[in-house]
C-alpha cells in the first residue's frame, strides 16, 4: 500500500508523524514523504526537519494521501500547483484524509464541497467557506474522504484506517504497540470542556 504524505514549509510535525508511526505498521507499506523539491522541509516550530525523499511531481498515484496541516496549509490555500496536484492524486486513491487544518487545502481543492469535515478548532470559519459541514468530532468519514481534528487527532484516525485497511485486531495491534492509552493530566483539549481563563491564554499568545 502507498501512503503519500506531502511536506511544505510550516507544516505541523505531529499531523505527519503521528498518523506515520500508524501506518506504516500496515502490511506492504510503502511511506513517501513528499515535497516540491526532496530535501529538508522545515515544521512551524523551526527546530525540526523531515526530509521529503520524492518531489509531488515523482507522484501520481497513492493508495492512501495523509495531507498535514500548520501554519503551512492556511499559506497553501492558494497555492493551485500543490491544489492540483492534491486534486490528481485524490483521483487515484482508495483514501484521501488530512489532519488538522491540513482540510483546508482538501476544501481548497474543491473535494468538500456539501462534505461534513473537521479541523483544528481555529479553522472551523476557513473550512466552511470551502462549503464543508463542519462538525467538532475528532474523526469524520464521508465516504473515501476522512478528516481529523486537531494535531492529536491524526492518531486516532490513522488507527480507523489501519482497521479499515487490515481489520480490527491489527488496528488493536498497532494501537498496543505504540500505547495509544491516553490519560491526560487536565480534561481541557476541545473548546467544549476548557475553561475561560484557558481560551483566554491561548487567545492571548
Not at 484516525?157 to 488496528?171: D, S
Not at 495509544?180 to 483566554?200: I, M, N
Amino acid at each position: 500500500m502507498r501512503i503519500v504524505i506531502p511536506l511544505f514549509d510550516q507544516f505541523t510535525a505531529l499531523d505527519a508523524v503521528g498518523p506515520y508511526e500508524v501506518l506504516r505498521m500496515l502490511p506492504d507499506a510503502d511511506v513517501v514523504f513528499a515535497a516540491a523539491t526532496p530535501g529538508p522541509v522545515v515544521d512551524g516550530a523551526g527546530p525540526l526537519s523531515l526530509v521529503a525523499t520524492a518531489a509531488l511531481g515523482e507522484i501520481t498515484a497513492a493508495d492512501l494521501l495523509v495531507v498535514p496541516g500548520g501554519r503551512g496549509a492556511r499559506l497553501n490555500v492558494g497555492n493551485e500547483e500543490l491544489l492540483d496536484w492534491i486534486r490528481r492524486v485524490h483521483a487515484t486513491t482508495r483514501w484521501t484524509t488530512s489532519v488538522c487544518t491540513g482540510s483546508l487545502l482538501l476544501g481548497a481543492a474543491g473535494l468538500l464541497k456539501g462534505l461534513e469535515a473537521t479541523t483544528h478548532w481555529s479553522a472551523v470559519a476557513d473550512l466552511e467557506s470551502y462549503g464543508a459541514v463542519y462538525t467538532p468530532r475528532r474523526v469524520v468519514e464521508q465516504g473515501r474522504i476522512i478528516t481529523s481534528a486537531g494535531v492529536s487527532s491524526g492518531i486516532d484516525m490513522a488507527l480507523r484506517l489501519a482497521e479499515l485497511a487490515a481489520g480490527r485486531v491489527a488496528a488493536e495491534a498497532y494501537q498496543l504497540l505504540i500505547e495509544y492509552d491516553p490519560q491526560p493530566p487536565f480534561d481541557s483539549g476541545s473548546l467544549a470542556k476548557a475553561s475561560q481563563e484557558v481560551r483566554d491564554f491561548v487567545a492571548a499568545r
